[in-house]
Structures are given as C-alpha cells and as structure tokens.
C-alpha cells in the first residue's frame, strides 16, 4: 500500500499559513504577551510576604481559616526554596491561558449543548485536542509565535481547551429539561433562559471544567518549558537537561502548591457563585455549629484583612525595587541595553554562556541567559529572538541546522577548536579500541549506545553515518541527555560494568573517568569541529563593541576546562558565581576579552 504523506500536507499548510498568516500571528501574540506582562508585573511587584498573605486570606474567605493558614505556608515555602518570581511567572502564564480558554470555550460549549450539528462538528476536534501528544503542540506554537511566553500560552490553552467545552455543554444538556419549558412557556426568550435558568444550574460543572482548565495547563507549563517561557517549566527543564535531581524536586514542589491552591480555589469559588452551591452551604452551616478552623470571614472582613496586611507589610517596603542595575563605572559601555544568549546544556556551552553573561554585566549590559535545546535555540536566534549562542558546532556537528538557518544567522567565528566526537569506552573495557571492535562485542555492551539529546547534530551523524560506515546497525543508540548519559556512565564504571557512551573533545570527563576514545580509522565522525559564536542576523552591526569582543574571543583548552571544573564544584545555580570566582582567578582576562579603549570610558565617565 503506498504511503500516505500526510506529514508533507501538514508541512505545506503550516509554510502557507507561516508566509500568509504572519500579520495574524504577530497580532496574537503582541495581546498574549500584553496580558502576561501585565499579570506578570501585578503578581510580582508586592512583595512576597504580602502577596502570600492576600491569596491567604482570599482562601481563609473561601474555605476557611485552616485553608488560609496553609495556602500562607505553602507560598512561604515556595520564596524559601527561592523560586517566587519563577512561581509567578507560571501563574501568571496558567491563568492568561485559561482567560483565553474560557473565552473561547465556554461560548462554544453553549453553542454545542444548543446546536446537535455544532456539536457533532466540535466533538472530534475535541477528541484529537484531547489526545494528541502534549509536545507536538509546541511544532506549530514555535513555528506561528516564536519562541518565549507566547508559544507556550497558546499551546497551553489549546491543550487546556477541550474540557472546558465539554463540561460547559454537559452542564447546560443536565439541566432539567421541565424548568426550560417552564421559563418558555412564562414567555421567557431563549436569552434570559440562558443566563437566568440555564447557566445558573449549570454553573457547578462548569466550575468543574474551570477547574480541569487550570489543572490542565499547570501540567503543560512544564513542556512548555522548553520554548523559553520561564517559569516553573523552565527550571524543571533546566533540570532534567542537566540531571540535577533536587532542583528539579524543588520545581515539581512549586507546581505541586499552585496546583493543590488553584484546585482548591476554583473548587470553593464554585460553590460561592453557584445558587445551588450557596443552599448547600447554607443548610451546613444551619445543621451544625462552625467551629473555629472551619470559619470564613464575610468579604468585607477579607477586604479588610488585605488592606491591614498591605499597610504592615509597608514597613517591609511592599513593593519590589525597580532600581535595577545602574552601572555607573567608566566602562559602563552598555547603559542598560539587554542581550539575549541562548544555550544548550553542554559543558562548554553553560560555561562560555555564564562567562559572557558576567563579561557583558561588567560593561553595563543587561543580559537575560535561557536553556534550550539545539533546534529551538538555531530557531530563537534565527528569528531574531535570541541574540546570539556560543556553542555552535560546525561545519560538521551542526550542519543540519546550518543548512536550515544559516542565511538567518552570522558567524561570529570560532572561539575554541578543533573539537572531535568519538564513541568512547571505560579503559577497563578490553580488545575494543577501534569503532569497528564495537561489532564483534556487541553482546558485551548489551547492544547499547548511550547517547544524549536526540536534537544533537552528533546523534544524527552516529545514527546515519557513523553505525553505518561500521555495520553497527545493530546497535540500539537511546536517546536522552548529556546529564542522564553522564550519569549512566558513572554508574557502569563505578560497578565496572561495560558501557559506550557517545563523548567529545574536550570534556571534563575524560579528567574524572580513565577511558578509551575509540578510533576512528574512516573518519565517519569527519574533521574536527571549531566552537563558533553565532548571532542573529546583524547583531554585530547593532552591537559592534559586543560584535568585535565575540569576534575576537579565544579560549585554550586549559581555560575552558578549568572554567568547567569551577562551574561542576559550585553547582546548580551557581553558574555565574563560579564564572566570577575563575575570573578572580585569572586577572586580565576581562579587559583582554572585553577591552574598553580611552576614549569609551572618558565617554562612559562623562
């Protein structure tokens, strides 16, 4: 049976829609990062003593005052762990997307339960919503918005969209079809049926689906993570690119405390504006006395509450300082200007990331640094949303991608080479030295090679040239990242166990672990790469102090690995304070790979 290309039919309506829809796109996303930056600036201007104390006392309004006192303690838990403005981000970006969800939503829901056809057309949509991959939805969101809080808002609340549908449509079909007939037959019109009988008895599931909305997009804010929104997501995914276990522990519990709080909000925020909900809660509280941990302010009392908290939290400065970064030192080149770098979690791509970044802030810049993967991060600096990245392999490694972008992006040249990749085995592995020994010990490997992330140029050329040059096709290569292939591989030689493991020179590993690279007589792997800065297109001319310094930047092997070792012994999140001890270290370099002539400081001074 010949193959259907569906794939490529998707392909081209996707390239029409991106030539011929762009002003359409632009404008949706010029709103949806509107919205957030303005939820965003609301959420994180108080402080979060007092922020935390009035989402309190809205939860002591509406489920009592253990509720209150928990919901207090589970946002000081998330400053404590120094998470609150990721925190706020996701729920600035959870409750924009459920806005537009709802928006969008609850109108066709009403349409549905009125309409047999309508609904009939709407369900299968809903079916595939439902059910497609969650990461496939972030394809066309990259491709339409770009990189950052927009794709990820619109894929956010397209996946979050169905059940608020559905249960707004399920809620109207449940309402006694008698009182409808009833309201009809006073001489009520089809409107103020609607709103007046309708939606007031079908408000308790249409909470419900308010409810899965939220709870749908706080599960997706993760993946969406990895175009650049920030946030929770983004340090999740910051943890997993490089294996660090308690930061990403103590992501999931920041998420975990927004979802149990959003949950629990809506849940008994239902309730109050439902007149079924009401009646309920009303006999309850008639049946049995209220005892103390169970009593619930009237809202003027809340209001009150939040007012007393916002004048004694006054004292503790309630609002954020906007002072910012002033640089005032003669070689405050950059006035505040921001740059953008992206980065893949490779070693020498977080340490010439973080060097650049500290490099650029001594000069007056302002520098915002973000995780990606290879294809988005080629995809952000090709479409002008990242400035430039320093870890570009080429002309062998990342040459897929060059082909795909290169006329969208500069060449800044390469800072560090000649680079080789190599599949590379513990040195207690005996008789396999060569890429052709791995054929005859594949049993003894389990038929594995370790790998890491699946967009890596080098796991493209291992898995079309390299297996194949060698008839190791019978290789299975797992596909993953470079903490986790790191991590297997520590775990096989500390038990002496055989592994191969896909490496490249120059590494930190090879100073840790006694290993064998495994010779390539071939020369499958090809020449050896050069580490090159590549910019958005005309960045250097923007930026040509910025252009000429990356231009110019070289770092030998003794530099790099050493800057990597100091990153490794500080740790997660230390990345820019390790960068500030080498450069301590090391005197002169700021000056010999960001030179400030004469005349820029008596300009900078003045």
Known sequence: MPRLPLGDWVDSGVDWLVAHMSWLFDAVKTVVEGMYD?????????????????????AWWLRGLVAGVLAFAGFLLIDSLDLWDRSMSTLALVLVATVIALVISIPLGIWAARSKTVSAVVRPALDLLQ??????????????????????????LIFALAPGVRM????????????????????TSPRDTLLRVQLPLALPTIMAGVNQVIMLGLSMVVIAGMVGTGGLGGAVNEAIGQLDIGFGFEAGVGIVVLAIYLDRMTGALGTQISPLGRRAAAKARAAESVKPWNHRPRPAFAVIGVVVLALVAGGLGVFGSFSGTTATSADDIGKGKEI????????EGIASTFLWKELLEERGFKVTTTQ??????????????????????????????????????DDLGSWYGSTSLELTVPSYVKDVNTLADLRTHA????????????????????????????????????????????????????KKQPIVVTLWSPHWAYSDYELKKLTDPKNAWGK??????????????????VGKWLKDFRM?????????????????????????????QHPGLVDQWAPVKQNQKSQAAG
């Open 443 to 494: 049993a003894e490997f389990g038929g594995k090679i370790t790998g890491i992330e699946p967009s890596a140029g080098m796991m493209g050329l291992l898995k079309t040239k390299v297996l194949k040059e060698y008839g190791l096709q019978g290789y299975d290569v797992v596909d993953g990242s470079t903490p986790a292939m790191l991590a297997e591989l520590k775990r096989a030689y500390a």
């Open 38 to 58: 303005g939820v965003n600036a609301v959420l994180t201007a108080p402080e979060p003593l007092l922020l935390a104390g009035i989402l309190a006392v809205l």
């Open 168 to 187: 707004t449509e399920l809620g109207i079909r449940q309402v006694d079809a008698e009182l409808v007939e009833a309201a009809e037959a006073f001489g």
């Open 372 to 409: 990606y993967a290879a294809g988005p991060l080629y995809t952000g600096v090709a479409t002008g949303q990242v400035d430039f990245q320093t870890d570009a392999w080429l002309p062998t490694t990342h040459a897929e991608y060059w082909k795909k972008y290169g006329k969208q992006l």
């Open 528 to 545: 050896g790469d050069g580490v090159h800065t590549v910019s958005r297109k005309g960045f250097a001319a923007d930026n040509p102090d």
């Open 556 to 584: 030998t092997e003794a530099q790099l690995t050493g800057l990597e070792a100091q990153i490794q012994k500080s740790g997660k999140g230390q990345e820019q304070a390790a960068v500030r001890t080498w450069l301590k």
């Open 340 to 347: 953008t770098i992206g980065y893949i979690p490779w070693d």
């Open 131 to 156: 059910t497609m991959p969650s990461m496939v939805l972030l394809i066309p969101a990259i491709l339409f918005f770009g990189l950052g809080t927009s794709a990820g808002v619109i894929a956010t």
